[in-house]
């Protein structure tokens, strides 16, 4: 299972990745997360404390790491530069861990556009494929609210992605333009998550207002949460109710991407 998930800014994006990754730590199974947005803040949705936290590198910081598998040194050009540095030993070294799950933490890359050949950007591409290609974890990536992710492609490989929606009309227009996206991409299973929604009328919106799309559930808004944030302990410890829906969530998908008898 590998899923990437996406939607507007402040949508829920990063509370849906947190509880889905510990449901599925809590069965016993083994998580990557990935948290791929520069403004990184999964761990603390995670509940892993904030000096540990603080301790995770982002891999796009790892300047002699990139160095050495790449053979060029960070923020050069046209070095000379291997395309397919080793990467599968990176997971054990540079993740967080809680529970079954490891975090990882991308970083950014300044100007990583499509074809850019810089080391940062061909460490990452390479790890991205290792990920999405040759793991056996369950693979969950955060993603950023923008579409350069997946402008450059970072999240193809995916078996689906689960856009995240409020009830607003703003963020069901980004659901249209990552759903282009993703197809774009070859990917071709896109969910849809309504989070904050308090009644049955928000629910409504959703579904009537996303009539192409597939909505595979709903992380109502529930005060634990934003009483988790500003406490800094983890979603998922906070919101019983919050970690119900998730895995009814977990179920939902798990029906669909399960090969039609
Ligand atoms: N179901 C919910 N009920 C109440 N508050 C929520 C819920 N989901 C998310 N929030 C709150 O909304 C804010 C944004 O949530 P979150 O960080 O998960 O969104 P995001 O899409 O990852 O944001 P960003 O685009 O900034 O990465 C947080 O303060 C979070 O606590
Ligand atoms: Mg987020």
Aim: hydrophobic content about 45%.
């Amino acid at each position: 299972m590998r899923l990437a998930i996406a939607g507007k800014g402040g949508v829920g994006k990063t509370t849906l990745a947190s509880l889905l990754a510990m449901v599925y730590s809590a069965e016993g199974k083994r998580v990557i997360a990935i948290d791929a947005d520069p403004d990184a803040n999964l761990a603390g949705a995670l509940g892993i404390p904030p000096e540990q936290a603080r301790r995770i590198t982002p891999i796009s910081q790892l300047k002699d790491l990139i160095e050495e598998r790449t053979g060029a040194k960070a923020g050069s050009f046209g070095a000379y530069l291997k395309l397919n540095p080793r990467v599968d030993d990176i997971p054990d070294r540079f993740s967080a861990h809680k529970g079954n799950i490891r975090l990882m933490v991308l970083g950014t890359v300044k100007g990583g556009g499509a074809g850019c050949i810089c080391p940062e950007s061909a460490l990452l591409r390479s790890l991205m494929s290792h990920l999405l290609l040759e793991r056996s974890e369950v693979i969950i990536m955060d993603m950023e609210a923008g579409l350069e992710h997946l402008a450059r492609g970072t999240a193809a490989g995916v078996d689906a992605f689960i856009i995240v929606v409020e009830p607003g009309r703003r963020s069901l227009q980004t659901a249209e333009s990552i759903q282009k996206l993703a197809k774009d991409l070859g990917i071709d299973k896109c969910y849809v998550v309504g989070c904050k929604t308090q009644n049955a009328a928000d629910r409504l919106f959703i579904t009537e207002n996303m009539p192409g799309f597939e909505i595979i559930g709903f992380i109502n808004y529930n005060a634990a949460i934003v009483q988790a944030d500003r406490q800094g302990t983890g979603i998922y410890e906070a919101a019983p109710e919050a970690v119900l829906e998730a895995r009814q969530i977990k179920e939902r998908l798990e029906q669909g991407l399960s090969p039609k008898a």
